[in-house]
C-alpha cells in the first residue's frame, strides 16, 4: 500500500493508466444502478423509524407510513419501555442473548483450544465427533421430543442449549489457535504454567478480534431467534421479540388488545398510534444488529476492501 | 531467489513446535500430560451429545408407532411405543402431500439458482468498478447489513413495504389506483421468497466473490489493455475465468443442500398464501410431526431429508473433486 503511493504520485482519480475513459451513459448507468440497491436496502428502514417517531395526526394524514419526518413524538417508545408484552420481550431476549454467548463462547473457545495441538490423546476422534455435525443433523422431531422430555417447556434454556454449539465457529477458532507460534506455548509450560492459565494469559488475549467475531455471530444467532420460541415456549411473558414481531406485523395482532399499549400516567387520555408503536418494535428488533454491525463488519470487510483495491 | 526457503523453513519449525511431537509415550503417560485438554472438550461434547446426537439417533421412531402417551416423558413413550418397520415411510409415499413438499422445495432451489446466484457475482464485479473508496465502503456496509436481520423482520419489512396495507399499496390508493397484494398471492410466491432472499443475503454472499476479484493479478488486466482488449472482453477472459473456480464450487455445494431452502421464511408465510405455495419439506416436517401429532410420519419425512441429504453432499462433493475443486471435505 504506501509503496504504492510512494511510486505513483497521488492522482485525482485511482483510475489506472492503462484504463480507458469511463463512457458518460455507462457512468450514468452504474450510478443508477447503485442508487436503486442503495435506496432497496435503506428506503424502507428509513419509512420505519419515522414512522415510528411520528404522532397519529401525521400518521392519519399520510394514511399509513410516514415518509417525510414532521415531528419527534417518542410516545410509542414510551409506551413499549414502560411495561408489558413488549418490555417483557425485550427483557427475555436480551437475557437469552447474553447468557446465550456467554456460554457458546467459553464452551467454543474450551474446546476449541483444547483441540488446537495436533498429536494429544483422542485429538482425532475428537475432532471427527465435532465435524461429523456438518454431516448429520438432528431431526426436528427427536430434538423437540429430547427437549420437552428434558422439562425445558416454558423454559428460557430451550433458547439456549440446543443452539450453543456451532461446530463451524469451534473450526474457525481452533484454527486461529493454531496460528499462534508453538515457542509462546513452550516458554509459557516452562514457566509452570498449566493449560487454563496459558488459554486466559496468552491465547485468548492474542485472538481477541476472532473471538469477538464469533461472539458476535453467537449473539445475532440468539438475537434473531424466532422458531424455537414456537416449539418451546407457549407462556406470553417469555416470548422473545422476534415472536411478538411476528405477532404484531405478520399476524395482525394489535398493541392495543394485546397488553403492550397500557395507559401511561402523564400522557394523558390519548395513546400512541399503534401503528407508531408497531413500527417501535420493528426497530427495537433492528437495533442491536445496527450496534454490534460496525465491529463485525470492519473485521470481515478488511481484508476484502484492501485487497480489492485495484492497483 | 533465496527468501522463500526460509520462510518455509521457518513455517515448518513453527509448526512442528505446535504439534506435541509423537514420542513413544504410554497412554497413561499421555494422559496425565493431556487431560486438561480432554476436560476442555467434554462441556461441548457433552452438549453437542444431548441436543444433536441423541435427536439424531431419535430418528428412529420413524420406524415406530411413537405415542406419546404410552409412557410419563418422551423416553419410556419411546420404549413402550410399537416398532412398524416402514410403515410410517410407506405413508410417507403414497402421500401426495409429501411429494408436493418435495417438489416444491426442488423448484424453489432450481428457481433460485437462476435468479439468486447469478445476483452476489453480478454486485461483486459492479462493487469492483467502483473507483472511489469511499462510495465503495459505503456500498458494502449497507448491503451487507439485512444479513444480519431475522427472518422475521425481513418478511415483516416486506409485508410493510408490498402487503395489502403496505407503503406501495397505499402510495397506489392515493394515486387512484388499487396495487395488488403480493404478499398474499401464491402464484408470484416464487418470486417474492427469492427476493427476500436477495434481499437479505445477495450482499453478503458477495464477499467470497470480491475476495475471488482481488486475487485477480492486475497485470493481467493491463497486459489485454495494451493488447486492445475493450472492457468486455477484459470482462470476459479474465474477470470470469477468475472466478470460474469459485462459482463452480459454489455451485456444488448448492446442489449438494439442495433440499434445504430456509425454514423461518416459509414457516412465517405459510399461512398468508396458503399450503400449497409454501409448503417446503422442512414446513411439513413440522405441520405433521408437532401441529399435527403424527409423530413417527414426521420422522420419517425428516429421515427421508437427511438421507437423502446425505447422498446429495457427498455426491456434490465427488462432483467437486472430479471438477479439480477442493469441496467442502478432501479426500483423504
Known sequence: MSAETVVRPRRKTLRPPWEEQPSLLGQFGKGTIITVVLAVVLVPLWVVVVTSLSSEKTINEAGGYVFLPRELDPRAYVVIFSGGQVTDAILVSTVVTIAGTALSLIVTVLAAYGLSRPGTLGHKPILFYFLL???????????????????????????????????????????????????????????????????????????????????????????????????????????????????????GQSPATSGAAVAIPGLGSSVPPSLAIKMAVVVVTIVPALIIYPFVQRHFTKGVIIGAVKG | MSAPPIVAEKRTAAKKATAVPRQQLSFGQRLRRDWPLLLMCVPAMLLLLVFHYIPALGNVIAFQDYNPFVGDNPLEAFLYSEWIGFGNFEYLFENPAFWDSVLTTLSITAFQLVFYFPIPILLAILLNSIMSPRVRSLVQSVVYLPHFFSWVLVVSLFQMMLGGAGLIAQTA???????????????????????????????????????ALAAIDPALYEASAADGAGRWRRMWHITLPGLRSVIVLLLILRLGDALNVGFEQF???????????????DTYVYYQGIAVQQWGVGA?????????????????????????????????
Open chain 1, 133 to 251: 455435525t456438518f454431516l448429520i443433523y438432528p431431526g426436528m422431531i427427536p430434538s423437540y421430543l429430547v427437549v420437552t422430555g428434558l422439562g425445558l417447556k416454558d423454559n428460557l434454556l430451550a433458547l439456549i442449549l440446543p443452539t450453543a454449539i456451532s461446530a463451524f465457529n469451534l473450526v474457525v477458532l481452533r484454527a486461529f489457535f493454531m496460528s499462534i507460534p508453538g515457542e509462546l506455548y513452550d516458554s509459557a509450560r516452562m514457566d509452570g504454567a498449566g493449560e487454563l492459565r496459558i488459554l486466559t494469559r496468552i491465547v485468548l488475549p492474542l485472538s481477541k478480534a476472532v473471538t469477538a467475531v464469533v461472539g458476535l455471530f453467537y449473539a445475532v444467532g440468539y438475537w434473531n431467534a424466532f422458531f424455537n420460541a414456537i416449539l418451546y415456549i407457549d407462556r406470553n411473558d417469555l416470548q422473545p421479540v422476534q415472536r411478538v414481531l411476528q405477532q404484531f406485523i405478520l399476524a
Open chain 2, 173 to 211: 390508493r392515493e394515486a387512484g389506483y388499487t396495487a395488488p397484494d403480493i404478499m398474499t398471492n401464491p402464484d408470484t410466491f416464487m418470486f417474492l421468497i427469492t427476493s427476500q432472499a436477495v434481499w437479505k443475503d445477495a450482499g453478503w454472499g458477495m464477499i467470497v466473490f470480491l475476495a
Open chain 2, 267 to 281: 414457516v412465517l408465510q405459510r399461512e398468508m398464501v396458503g399450503r400449497e405455495a409454501a409448503e417446503v419439506l
Open chain 2, 300 to 332: 420419517a419425512a425428516g429421515l427421508f431429508k437427511a438421507v437423502v441429504g446425505i447422498l446429495l453432499i457427498v455426491g456434490a462433493n465427488k462432483l467437486a473433486h472430479r471438477f479439480g475443486e477442493q469441496g467442502i471435505y478432501s479426500k483423504s
